[in-house]
């Protein structure tokens, strides 16, 4: 039997796929990077282990072979922390023991009988990488959408070229086969989920880079966090997603949009042409006269133009000056309209306007010490927002003229690594010596403040690693030894921070696009989405707020938190959509610029005029 306790962490992953790759430069769970399939990788085994607890599945060799791969090598619990708090290698341990009982024991290990559909799949591309067995199959079967039931399919193949898939899509139509294609992880909404075959891109990696174009060419299975350390080392960038999501499914699905969009703007902004296999197995490229008008919008939910095998994505400059400022508020008005204020004068590159959950959940490695951290920046520093900011030295000398507070990077290295001392007297004491009709931010923050302000809080990589388990610290103490890992211009554009918001639920996302002059619509929106919430005691809170086109637009995030193990947390958000829904669609019919991104969903290489200027 798994034991409770293990099933209950194992059903909790979030599916995510950050342990798919080497955010953390820990390496790779060594038979993932060797296998490919889901099932061999740290979030494929906690399906596993979670799917045997329920009984899903049987033992049968696949299983045995995944978790006999299985090295203990202890790399998950390392990541997974980082992002979630999960400790996972105790599920891989309990995997180990509970097959090496069942085989003592003389049980039955089911052998999976092959069919004339797999011997084809396999003729495409290779033995290894087509199978058939519930050991694989279970792994992209579900995800943590609520409102999505499982759904198992009969094969998973791993295509290595865009001919591959072309022969794949033939062949499913030709024996009627309904297919998915997925990136990396799944799609958390429920959208990626077939009876038939599941195309698995994990094996498409190859990046071309265009120096002189400043172009990046990629395959499907690359991801943000990849394609951003290729074109760093030639000092470039690129408008990157989520990290461990693949770059093509970003910007077929939803377009690609993060606080970058601010100077890089969304949609068909971020890339030249992209390479397609249509649904009927045809291959064609954007730039083609008679490729499909993928460019245009209607504003419906539509299904993807097809398989993206390549997306020629725009690089942009890295500036060797640049550097990540915080401008702290007390008010959300004041936070938008300063954001604003800088797009209006193309002032910085990356804006974002970040709410208290977002700012204490980025910088603190536990819940726990999150949930003090936002406490003493909203009640004792009176930070309750706080724009953020990438700019050149020209830009911050301008902005630190035109706010009153400047949090540089020096600062929230000092704060970051001080972090456990946050909340405690000798800190807080000091607010309360500076009280005075200023909130307490203005004076505590100022420059001069600084040698108090390190030694109060001693900042120091141990220091920060006193929040983790005893067994982490020294790995903790390590990891923020290292510059990148608090230099807030690194940690926005690879954005493995970010992966943070949902560490204490699985975070269910709204996002629109808005009028950014439209102040009283923002608010609006988010007070609408934060009733609706409460009403059905759904956790919730903003994420960020992100201008686009100087000013005119922006893109406003707003998170709910639930359980996804938890059935009755998925009655609630059903019931909350059945009243967003009505609330998103009444908007967008009556205010120009206001489109909620479940009509741009799979319309996401469309250009923006076509959905926010009509």
């Given at each position: 039997?798994?034991?409770?306790?293990?099933?209950k962490?194992?059903?909790?992953?979030?599916?995510?796929a950050?342990?798919k790759?080497d955010?953390l430069?820990?390496g790779?769970c060594?038979s993932?990077r060797v296998?490919?399939?889901?099932?061999?990788?740290?979030?494929?085994?906690m399906?596993?282990?979670?799917g045997?607890?329920?009984?899903l599945?049987?033992?049968?060799e696949?299983?045995?072979?995944?978790v006999?791969?299985?090295?203990?090598?202890?790399?998950?619990d390392?990541?997974?922390?980082?992002?979630?708090?999960?400790r996972?290698?105790?599920?891989?341990?309990?995997?180990?023991?509970?097959?090496?009982?069942?085989?003592a024991?003389?049980?039955?290990?089911?052998?999976?009988?092959?069919?004339?559909?797999?011997e084809?799949?396999?003729?495409?591309?290779?033995?290894?990488w087509?199978?058939?067995?519930?050991?694989?199959?279970?792994?992209?079967?579900?995800?943590p959408f609520?409102?999505?039931?499982?759904?198992m399919?009969?094969?998973?193949?791993?295509?290595?070229?865009?001919?591959?898939?072309?022969?794949?899509?033939?062949?499913?139509?030709?024996?009627?086969?309904?297919?998915v294609?997925?990136?990396?992880?799944?799609?958390?909404?429920?959208?990626?989920?077939?009876?038939?075959?599941?195309?698995?891109v994990?094996?498409?990696?190859?990046?071309?880079?265009?120096?002189?174009?400043?172009?990046?060419?990629?395959?499907?299975?690359?991801?943000?966090?990849?394609?951003?350390?290729?074109?760093?080392?030639?000092?470039?960038?690129?408008?990157?997603?989520?990290?461990?999501?693949?770059?093509?499914?970003?910007?077929?699905?939803t377009?690609?949009?993060?606080t970058?969009?601010?100077?890089y703007g969304?949609?068909a902004?971020?890339?030249?042409?992209?390479?397609?296999?249509?649904?009927?197995?045809?291959?064609?490229?954007l730039?083609?006269?008679?490729?499909?008008?993928?460019?245009?919008?209607?504003?419906e939910?539509s299904?993807s133009?097809?398989?993206?095998?390549?997306?020629y994505?725009?690089?942009?400059?890295?500036?060797?000056?640049?550097?990540?400022?915080?401008v702290?508020?007390?008010?959300?008005s004041?936070?938008v309209?300063?954001?604003?204020?800088?797009?209006?004068?193309?002032?910085g590159?990356?804006?974002?306007?970040?709410?208290g959950?977002?700012?204490?959940?980025?910088?603190?490695?536990s819940?726990?010490?999150?949930?003090r951290?936002?406490?003493?920046?909203t009640e004792?520093?009176?930070?309750?927002?706080?724009?953020?900011i990438?700019?050149d030295?020209?830009?911050?000398?301008t902005?630190?003229?035109?706010?009153?507070?400047?949090?540089?990077?020096?600062?929230?290295?000092?704060?970051?690594l001080?972090?456990?001392?946050?909340?405690?007297?000798?800190?807080l004491?000091l607010?309360?010596?500076l009280?005075?009709e200023?909130?307490?931010?203005?004076?505590?923050?100022?420059?001069?403040?600084?040698?108090v302000?390190?030694?109060?809080?001693?900042?120091?990589?141990?220091?920060?690693?006193?929040?983790?388990?005893?067994?982490?610290?020294d790995f903790y103490?390590?990891?923020?030894?290292?510059p990148?890992?608090?230099?807030?211009?690194w940690?926005?554009?690879f954005?493995?921070?970010?992966?943070?918001?949902?560490?204490?639920?699985?975070?269910f996302v709204f996002?629109?696009y808005?009028?950014?002059?439209?102040l009283?619509?923002?608010?609006?929106?988010a007070?609408?989405?934060?009733?609706?919430?409460?009403?059905?005691?759904?956790?919730?809170?903003?994420?960020?707020?992100?201008?686009?086109?100087?000013?005119?637009r922006a893109?406003?995030?707003y998170?709910?938190?639930?359980?996804?193990?938890?059935?009755?947390e998925?009655?609630k958000?059903?019931?909350a959509?059945?009243?967003?829904?009505?609330?998103?669609d009444?908007?967008?019919?009556?205010?120009?610029?206001?489109r909620w991104?479940k009509?741009?969903f799979?319309q996401?290489?469309?250009?923006k005029?076509?959905?926010?200027?009509?």
């Amino acid at each position: 039997m798994i034991p409770e306790e293990v099933g209950k962490t194992a059903a909790q992953c979030r599916h995510y796929a950050m342990c798919k790759i080497d955010f953390l430069g820990t390496g790779l769970c060594p038979s993932g990077r060797v296998k490919h399939y889901v099932s061999y990788y740290p979030q494929g085994r906690m399906d596993i282990c979670d799917g045997l607890a329920r009984g899903l599945i049987p033992v049968t060799e696949g299983l045995v072979d995944i978790v006999g791969t299985c090295t203990l090598c202890g790399i998950c619990d390392k990541q997974c922390h980082f992002v979630t708090g999960l400790r996972p290698l105790k599920v891989m341990r309990s995997l180990k023991e509970f097959i090496a009982a069942y085989i003592a024991a003389g049980q039955e290990v089911k052998i999976v009988d092959s069919d004339p559909v797999l011997e084809s799949l396999r003729e495409i591309v290779g033995h290894e990488w087509a199978s058939n067995d519930p050991a694989i199959l279970l792994t992209y079967s579900n995800d943590p959408f609520p409102l999505a039931d499982m759904q198992m399919p009969r094969y998973v193949v791993l295509p290595r070229t865009g001919d591959q898939i072309v022969r794949l899509v033939h062949l499913a139509n030709g024996r009627g086969i309904p297919y998915v294609v997925r990136g990396n992880g799944g799609s958390v909404f429920g959208f990626v989920f077939t009876d038939g075959i599941v195309i698995d891109v994990n094996r498409m990696k190859s990046i071309d880079i265009d120096r002189d174009n400043w172009v990046a060419v990629v395959e499907p299975g690359v991801t943000s966090f990849e394609l951003q350390q290729e074109v760093a080392k030639l000092g470039f960038r690129v408008n990157a997603a989520e990290p461990a999501a693949t770059v093509c499914g970003n910007i077929v699905c939803t377009g690609m949009f993060s606080t970058w969009s601010n100077a890089y703007g969304v949609g068909a902004d971020n890339f030249v042409n992209m390479e397609f296999v249509d649904r009927q197995g045809g291959l064609f490229h954007l730039n083609e006269k008679t490729a499909p008008n993928i460019f245009a919008f209607t504003n419906e939910g539509s299904p993807s133009p097809g398989i993206c095998t390549k997306a020629y994505v725009r690089m942009h400059p890295a500036i060797d000056d640049e550097e990540g400022l915080l401008v702290p508020f007390s008010s959300f008005s004041g936070a938008v309209s300063f954001a604003r204020d800088l797009s209006r004068r193309r002032i910085g590159s990356a804006i974002g306007v970040l709410g208290g959950h977002y700012l204490s959940t980025f910088i603190s490695p536990s819940a726990e010490l999150a949930e003090r951290v936002r406490s003493c920046l909203t009640e004792a520093l009176g930070i309750e927002y706080a724009v953020f900011i990438v700019a050149d030295r020209y830009a911050r000398e301008t902005i630190k003229g035109m706010a009153g507070t400047i949090i540089d990077n020096r600062l929230f290295r000092m704060l970051m690594l001080g972090l456990p001392h946050l909340n405690e007297d000798g800190w807080l004491d000091l607010i309360r010596d500076l009280e005075n009709e200023e909130q307490p931010y203005e004076i505590l923050l100022r420059e001069e403040m600084y040698p108090v302000i390190e030694t109060v809080l001693s900042p120091s990589p141990e220091t920060l690693a006193q929040a983790v388990d005893h067994d982490l610290k020294d790995f903790y103490s390590s990891l923020y030894a290292r510059p990148e890992m608090t230099d807030l211009l690194w940690l926005n554009a690879f954005r493995i921070v970010s992966s943070r918001m949902a560490r204490h639920k699985h975070v269910f996302v709204f996002v629109a696009y808005v009028p950014l002059a439209r102040l009283d619509i923002i608010e609006h929106i988010a007070a609408e989405l934060k009733a609706i919430a409460d009403r059905y005691a759904i956790s919730n809170d903003f994420g960020f707020l992100t201008p686009l086109d100087l000013g005119k637009r922006a893109i406003l995030e707003y998170d709910y938190y639930i359980d996804h193990t938890d059935r009755s947390e998925g009655v609630k958000i059903g019931k909350a959509l059945g009243e967003v829904e009505p609330m998103f669609d009444r908007l967008s019919a009556t205010t120009k610029g206001v489109r909620w991104l479940k009509y741009v969903f799979g319309q996401g290489s469309s250009r923006k005029e076509s959905f926010l200027y009509t």
